[in-house]
């Protein structure tokens, strides 16, 4: 296997950065190859979220759907093919170029930062927050506005990850266990924090939501080939961190080769495991109606 080597870590193009998560900066190969790891994300795991959501209460017929960090669409277009045709669905995130690429029928597009969106009191009926709070430096900021713009009885969801049960592997490669930990290390000084799973239901009833529930949801390679979990699993996504100083090449090869290890071992098995908590506006005012 050829060693890999360090990206370039050229300055990219002015733009929003959603808390701890840069496009352009997210994965090797820059923003394009980014894009190329949503749609892949969201095609490994959307129907077991979509079964979640359902249960939730997501399809409002006639009611109004915001996906909150919607990026560039990849689930906002599954969404649309899901929902009620007669579902009114917006799309909003603090990212207008990112956005402008979730542009489709029956979609309106809101760019807006999560924490002061240009949304009247109590005017939407269901909220998605899909990996996008492990992101915010004040999460409670967010929740505190999806609760304004929620109708009483309305609700929201958040799927998330923990780095602590991010799911399981077979073999797996324990000498990797530093690596991971500068990686959550690295969001955490930017700001976001990937072991935000655990906290999501304290900080939905901190924000005043009721009847909040944790549901978890399971993607594996029983399902999918192996490979298709590359963007995910990959040392693409530690490519960022070699430029940025916070990895070795050393490292980056290592986890290549283990991934290669991976792939290749016609027996390995892998789980993903996501953490969707749902929850429900109450009835009242939400906390900043009264501005």
């Not at 669409?73 to 009620?84: I, M, S, W």
């Not at 990112?98 to 240009?118: H, I, N, S, Y």
């Not at 959550?184 to 009833?205: E, F, H, S, Y």
Request: charged share 20%; with cysteine.
């Amino acid at each position: 296997m050829t060693a890999p080597t360090a990206p370039s870590d050229a300055p990219a193009p002015d733009r929003p950065v959603g808390g701890s998560y840069d496009p352009a900066r997210t994965t090797g190969g820059g923003l394009a190859a980014e894009l190329d790891r949503l749609e892949a994300q969201a095609a490994l795991s959307f129907t077991e979220e979509l079964h979640l959501l359902r249960e939730l209460g997501i399809a409002v017929p006639g009611g109004t759907v915001l996906e909150l960090g919607a990026g560039p669409g990849a689930v906002t277009r599954r969404l649309r093919a899901a929902l009620p045709a007669d579902t009114a669905l917006v799309a909003a995130d603090i990212d207008a170029e990112l956005l402008a690429r979730a542009a489709g029928p029956g979609v309106t597009l809101l760019v807006a930062d999560g924490a002061d969106l240009p949304l009247e009191d109590g005017s939407v009926d269901f909220v998605l927050l899909r990996y996008v709070l492990q992101h915010v430096p004040d999460p409670a900021a967010v929740l505190a506005e999806v609760r304004r713009v929620l109708r009483p009885g309305g609700r929201v969801a958040c799927t998330e990850v923990d780095s602590a049960c991010w799911g399981a592997a077979d073999p797996s490669y324990p000498e990797l266990a530093g690596v991971h930990a500068k990686m959550a290390a690295a969001q955490r000084t930017a700001g976001g924090d990937r072991a935000i799973g655990r906290r999501l239901p304290r900080l939905l009833r901190a924000a005043g939501f009721e009847d909040v529930v944790l549901r978890p949801f399971a993607t594996t390679n029983d399902d999918h080939p192996t490979d298709a979990f590359a963007p995910q699993l990959g040392p693409q996504r530690l490519e960022p961190l070699v430029a940025r100083g916070v990895l070795s090449l050393a490292e980056l090869a290592l986890a290549a080769d283990r991934w290669n290890r991976f792939r290749s071992d016609p027996d390995a098995w892998v789980m993903l495991l996501g953490l969707t908590a749902a929850a429900t506006a109450p009835a009242g005012r939400g906390p900043r109606a009264a501005r």
